[in-house]
């Protein structure tokens, strides 16, 4: 009867290791692909030139898919990167003040918020306000 109860024991832990397991590899391939879509994403973007609709589309849904179960705030400059470049502002200037309440600390949403300010004034001395205290360097190069 022992050997009965041990035995259900060890079948119960490999279960449990087995489990652990599959969603540690799924875990690993979501990231994996999610790395290669935010990679696509950020080849369409950067390239000269603007984007077409048919390149926006398919940023969108390369970004859709990124953001899955992922806490990183790459995804949503990936997205105002791509406000901007489709002369959208007013989206990108939304995305970048969410990302910097979200993440102070985030350079590069301060710096692209700088760019994108334009006209206003307010906006981009905020931004460099920031730049300034997260890379003091930048106050004497600029």
Do not use: C, Y
Request: glycine letters at 4%; aromatic letters at 4%; proline letters at 3%.
């Amino acid at each position: 009867m022992l050997a009965t109860g041990n035995n259900r024991s060890v079948q119960a832990s490999r279960f449990v290791v087995l489990v652990v397991a599959i969603v540690m590899v799924a875990w690993f391939l979501l990231g994996a692909l999610q790395a290669h879509d935010i990679s696509r994403a950020t080849n369409i973007v950067s390239q000269s030139g603007p984007v077409t609709a048919a390149q926006a589309a398919q940023v969108s849904s390369l970004l859709s898919f990124a953001g899955t179960l992922n806490p990183d705030q790459e995804v949503n400059i990936l997205r105002a990167s791509l406000a901007a470049s489709r002369n959208n502002s007013v989206s990108a200037t939304r995305i970048l003040l969410k990302v910097g309440r979200e993440e102070p600390s985030n350079l590069e949403a301060w710096d692209l918020l700088a760019q994108l300010a334009g006209g206003d004034s307010k906006l981009e001395l905020l931004a460099l306000k920031h730049i300034a205290e997260l890379d003091p360097r930048a106050r004497s190069s600029s």
